[in-house]
């Protein structure tokens, strides 16, 4: 079955990068593209990016200067790279699929990010 | 950027009522936008796509409707369940959640 499962650092220092890992399974990252969401506690849901199944990749106009996202498609794995964190930048992020229409049809369960010294 | 304004953002109803939550676009979108069901300390869940398309498994007491800049999710009878907070998503240009709307039992 789909699934996509987050990885990373819990704790990250201000002004440092954040890596994280979306390992996919039960479909292809050649035919669907994956997204990366984020949610601050307690707050509302923030569309970070998109890497399609053809490799391109689009995001989020706030955070397109801090922000890069790459993949593995030996691996199933998808990469999310953002520099210059602030605390501002605590959140759970997920990574989520779609298919031909924007579907966001399948989440991982997230993984909690906080940005602290 | 596109705006999504969603009312109310605190909607309190009795099992088996209707219950009716908007999104409003800053302009128009188009018809591509998705709503989202989420319960405390889980992930996000696809409830309709395109505006009113019911997602696998959702139960059909959900619907969608809309067009231009707005939009509704109707939930025609109120289960102890659906007590959740609910997104609107617009994917026509610069991909944007609403601010959500918490519905509760009253």
């Known amino acids: 079955q789909v699934q996509l499962k987050e990885s990373g650092p819990g704790l990250v220092q201000p002004s440092e990068t954040l890596s994280l890992t979306c390992t996919v399974s039960?479909?292809?990252?050649?035919?669907?593209?994956v997204h990366w969401v984020r949610q601050p506690p307690g707050k509302g849901l923030e569309w970070m990016g998109i890497i399609r199944s053809g490799g391109s990749t689009d995001y989020n106009s706030a955070l397109k200067s801090r922000l890069s996202i790459s993949r593995d498609t030996s691996k199933s794995q998808v990469f999310l790279k953002m520099n210059s964190l602030q605390t501002e930048d605590t959140a759970i992020y997920y990574c989520?699929?779609?298919?031909?229409?924007?579907?966001?049809?399948?989440w991982g369960q997230g993984v909690m990010v906080t940005v602290s010294s | 950027d596109i705006q999504m304004t969603q009312s109310p953002s605190l909607l309190s109803a009795s099992v088996g009522d209707r219950v009716t939550l908007n999104c409003k676009a800053s302009?128009?979108?188009?018809?591509?936008l998705n709503w989202y069901q989420q319960k405390l300390g889980e992930a996000p869940k696809l409830l309709i796509y395109?505006?009113?398309n019911l997602q696998t498994g959702i139960p059909s007491r959900f619907s969608g409707s809309g067009s231009g800049t707005d939009y509704t999710l109707t939930i025609s009878s109120l289960q102890p369940e659906d007590v959740a907070t609910y997104f609107c998503?617009?994917?026509?240009?610069?991909?944007?959640f609403g601010g959500g709307t918490k519905l509760e039992l009253k």
């Open positions: 395109y505006t009113n």
């Open positions: 302009q128009n979108i188009n018809k591509n």
């Open positions: 998503f617009q994917y026509n240009s610069g991909p944007t």
């Open positions: 989520t699929r779609s298919g031909f229409v924007w579907e966001l049809d399948y």
């Open positions: 039960g479909f292809s990252l050649t035919s669907n593209s």
